[in-house]
């Protein structure tokens, strides 16, 4: 199994609203990523879970919260976002996060297609 | 810092034509390098890679050579097809102390025309 599934495809929500988008790769990685992705623009990392550890956060807003329960699954909680946050997030895998690993290819799901009212 | 340059296009191009993509780079160390390909409407997936100097990428008819000395890794096809319209991301994956962190180019979004 070489996939990344994330659910749901697609979310409308409310700048009140709570949310999660969820991720879940069975390729033995030990490092998964989320990246937002704004329309005709690459992927910004927003964070990296090494070995179900956070390493990465890029200053991402508080309205943003990561979780990784086990190495298979990845979170990421939405609150009061704003309209701006709309956009795709992409989640990725790779076999690990360390320097000099030279086949560190990510694998990326389909990515959530969220906006924000 | 590192960073990627890439053509950002948008390309058009008949179907059957030769593709080029440039891609140059600054980065420290000696880089893992990856292009990325994102079809409309999907996540992206890795197209080829390249580890160390002078290594040929290839996947899908699309070639890409690891160019040490002039910190390259140029996309080339030598046919495309309407299936090969998508956007293609450079992305050089530099070493840093600790981790490898891929740095995505700006993108380069490629229309194949009957």
């Known amino acids: 199994d070489t996939e990344v599934t994330q659910t749901p495809k697609h979310l409308v929500m409310g700048m009140t609203n709570k949310k999660s988008l969820k991720c879940e790769q069975h390729m033995g990685h030990r490092a998964m990523y989320w990246y937002k992705q704004k329309a005709k623009k690459p992927p910004e990392l927003m964070f990296v879970?090494?070995?179900?550890?956070?390493?990465i956060n890029e200053s991402v807003p508080s309205r943003f919260s990561p979780e990784c329960p086990n190495s298979s699954l990845l979170n990421l909680h939405l609150h009061a976002l704003q309209p701006e946050d709309s956009a795709l997030y992409l989640c990725a895998s790779s076999h690990r996060f360390l320097a000099g690993d030279l086949y560190n290819e990510q694998f990326f799901g389909p990515g959530t297609r969220l906006t924000v009212l | 810092g590192d960073s990627v340059t890439q053509m950002e296009g948008p390309v058009t191009l008949s179907e059957e034509a030769f593709l080029t993509i440039n891609c140059t780079y600054t980065?420290?160390?000696?880089?893992?390098l990856f292009w990325y390909v994102q079809y409309p409407g999907e996540g992206l997936q890795l197209l080829l890679k390249?580890?160390?100097?002078?290594d040929k990428g290839s996947n899908k008819g699309f070639e890409a050579t690891y160019r040490k000395e002039t910190t390259s890794f140029h996309l080339e096809k030598g046919s495309v097809q309407v299936s090969d319209s998508a956007v293609y991301f450079c992305?050089?994956?530099?070493?840093?102390?600790?981790?490898?962190?891929?740095?995505f180019g700006p993108g380069t979004s490629l229309s194949v025309i009957p």
């Open positions: 992305a050089p994956s530099p070493m840093k102390t600790s981790y490898d962190k891929v740095i």
């Open positions: 980065a420290t160390g000696y880089p893992s």
């Open positions: 879970y090494s070995y179900e550890k956070l390493s």
């Open positions: 390249a580890t160390k100097a002078d």
